[in-house]
């Protein structure tokens, strides 16, 4: 069973910066999609970011120009980077990654912006 675990979470200002990391287990294979997703305390889980395998991304529009997702393929990590923090990004943030019909999910790293 692939886990993916996420990390760099914590507590920012608003107006910091944050990077967070997600690493599987497994490296013996490649993941199509990668992506971050966030919910916020009452609110549904959201797409953040998401990058496909050949380096298409996409954003959530509240975190362009904001936040930048990036991946290395070769140890199936997949980063993102967050400046410009707001107090609204506070969440836990989880990854996501796909490959061939199976979803996978950590369990989420929390991120709290102080305003």
């Known amino acids: 069973q692939v886990q993916l675990v996420e990390s760099g979470g914590g507590l920012v200002q608003a107006g910091g910066s944050l990077r967070l990391s997600c690493a599987a287990s497994?490296?013996?294979?490649?993941?199509?999609?990668m992506a971050w997703y966030r919910q916020a305390p009452g609110k549904q889980r959201e797409l953040v970011a998401s990058?496909?395998?050949?380096?298409?991304?996409n954003y959530a529009d509240s975190v362009k120009g904001r936040f930048t997702i990036s991946r290395d393929n070769a140890k199936n990590m997949v980063y993102l980077r967050m400046n410009s923090l707001k107090p609204e990004d506070t969440a836990d943030y989880y990854c996501?990654?796909?490959?061939?019909?199976?979803?996978?999910w950590g369990t989420g790293t929390l991120v709290t912006v102080s305003a």
């Open positions: 990058m496909t395998s050949g380096g298409t991304t």
């Open positions: 996501w990654a796909w490959r061939l019909g199976m979803n996978y």
């Open positions: 497994e490296t013996r294979f490649s993941f199509g999609s």
